[in-house]
C-alpha cells in the first residue's frame, strides 16, 4: 500500500489541481492561476515528484486531443462537456501516464487514477473511472494477444 507521502502520487495530486484550476472557467472576474509551488505549500506538500509533475502537465496539454478521442470511445454515454471536471482530468492524467507515455504500468496508473477519484471526489467519481480505464486496459490486452 502506498503511503500519502508518496513523491510520485504528490506529484499526481498536484498535477490534477494544477490541471483542473487550469482548465477552470478562466475567464470569471479574479481568475489567480498557480503553479505546483504554490498549490504545495497550500497543501503542505514538502516534497513531491517535480520531475513526474512536469512530465504529466506538459504531456497531458500537448496530447490531450489523443487522450480526449479515447476518453469518448470509451465513455461514449459520457459527453467530455457533461463530465465533472475532477473525472476528466484524473482520466487524462492516467490515460498519459498508462497508455500514451507507459510511464508506469497501467494497472498503477489505473489504481493511482481510483485513488485520487476517491480523495478529490468519492465513490461514484472512482467507480467511473475504474470503469473507463478498466476498459481501455481490456481492449489493449487483446491487442496485445
Request: aromatic share 10%; net charge negative; charged share 30%.
Amino acid at each position: 500500500m502506498k503511503k500519502v507521502t508518496d513523491p510520485r502520487h504528490l506529484a499526481r495530486e498536484l498535477a490534477l489541481q494544477y490541471l483542473f484550476s487550469n482548465d477552470f472557467d478562466k475567464n470569471r472576474e479574479g481568475y489567480l492561476e498557480f503553479d505546483a509551488s504554490e498549490i504545495s505549500i497550500l497543501d503542505e506538500i514538502e516534497e513531491y515528484s517535480s520531475e513526474l509533475y512536469e512530465k504529466l502537465v506538459s504531456g497531458v496539454r500537448e496530447q490531450q486531443e489523443v487522450i480526449d478521442k479515447m476518453i469518448i470511445q470509451y465513455a461514449p454515454q459520457w459527453p467530455i462537456t457533461q463530465m465533472k471536471l475532477v473525472d476528466l482530468q484524473i482520466l487524462r492524467i492516467a490515460i498519459y501516464e498508462g497508455f500514451l507515455e507507459k510511464m508506469t504500468p497501467p494497472k498503477v496508473a489505473i489504481d493511482e487514477a481510483i485513488e485520487l477519484a476517491k480523495e478529490f471526489g468519492g465513490d461514484s467519481n472512482s467507480k467511473f473511472v475504474n470503469g473507463v480505464l478498466g476498459a481501455i486496459y481490456e481492449k489493449q490486452e487483446k491487442e496485445d494477444e
